[in-house]
């Protein structure tokens, strides 16, 4: 594995190899030190869970760590992200964490030659894929559900602005996962095969044993959305949580709209902070599975 781009282009071997490192960073039984690897995290959208649990991940595998700033990169001279990159790659970075607006960027500069070799790992593009976030998810899913053939999740909400969604679809469909949307009209999107569709959110959770909650990605939008109709047919609240589901969201959470706030409180909503946790094994082992690699 010399890229992560996204999760189309893992094994199911490479995924639960991933996961089978992560556990054994988790559980204290592997140890690793990279400290002849150089990474660096280049985040072009805000970032707090993917962006620190990387840096936490980088700082446990005894990387050499950088963080690229936007701000004050020659990009604001002009300079584009290719000639960026490869001028890292002759400064001595090995690897690259990219988190970029753009769907197709970080498969096209995968793709380019560089000074000395280079890895790229994606962090978010666009709205087309999360593949660390999807890991993540199946790592913690992993960690409750043994068969995941004979269980169903049901995906709430903005899913058509999601690459979290994506990214979870492509690889649930991998495992035979029975996989839901819940979401309104506007937030469908192109229908995926293998999903089932559902506008009703009573029929959606019905005999689900997972429901993962989607952020409204406003910043995606630009049509009007009617956030109060929304608030009354999908927003999770205690009353529509069905009783021993595990509750999931990718976070960052709109409190009061795809969630009430009092829900975070259930015993349900808990995964949600063991899902951001996870995320810091994870990254360690998709990093050193990369930089070995490498041969670093
Ligand atoms: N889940 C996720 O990608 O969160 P951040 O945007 O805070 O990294």
């Known amino acids: 594995m010399k890229h992560l781009i996204n999760i189309e282009s893992l094994s199911i071997d490479e995924i639960n190899q991933i996961c089978a490192k992560a556990l054994d960073f988790e559980k204290g039984i592997r140890k690793t030190n990279h400290s002849n690897a150089s990474v660096i995290n280049m985040f072009f959208e805000n970032s707090t869970r ?12 005894k990387c ?23 001028n890292l790659s002759a400064i001595g970075m090995n690897a690259v964490i990219l988190r970029h607006q753009d769907n197709n960027l970080i ?3 995968s793709k380019k030659r560089y000074f000395q070799e280079i890895s790229f ?8 894929a999360h593949p660390t976030q999807a890991l993540l998810d199946y790592y913690t899913i992993k960690k409750h559900f043994l068969d995941l053939s004979t269980k169903t999740i049901t995906i709430v909400g903005d899913v058509a602005h999601s690459r979290v969604a994506r990214s979870n679809i492509a690889l649930l469909k991998k495992f035979n996962m029975k ?17 089932e569709y559902y506008t009703n959110l009573e029929e959606a959770f019905k005999d689900t044993n997972i429901i993962m909650v989607l952020r409204i990605q406003k910043e995606r939008i630009q049509e009007h959305i009617d956030f109060e109709d929304y608030i009354k047919n999908y927003q999770i609240t205690k009353e529509n949580l069905p009783y021993d589901v595990f509750l999931m969201h990718p976070g960052p959470i ?14 349900n909503a808990r995964t949600i902070l063991n899902q ?21």
Do not use: H, W
Request: charged residues 25%.
């Open 50 to 61: 993917t962006r620190l649990s990387f840096e936490m991940a980088e700082n446990k595998i």
């Open 107 to 109: 498969e096209e500069l």
């Open 276 to 296: 951001a946790k996870n995320g810091v094994y994870v990254r360690m082992a998709i990093l050193d599975t990369i930089l070995i690699s490498q041969g670093l």
């Open 121 to 128: 790992i994606n962090a978010g593009s666009g709205t087309n």
């Open 254 to 267: 709109n409190k009061n709209i795809e969630i009430r706030e009092d829900v975070l409180e259930t015993q």
């Open 64 to 86: 050499n760590k950088f963080n690229f700033s936007i701000d004050t990169s020659s990009i604001n001279k002009g300079e584009d992200i290719f000639d960026t990159i490869n």
């Open 179 to 195: 996989i839901r949307c819940l979401a309104p009209d506007y937030f469908t999107g192109e229908k995926i095969d293998g999903v």
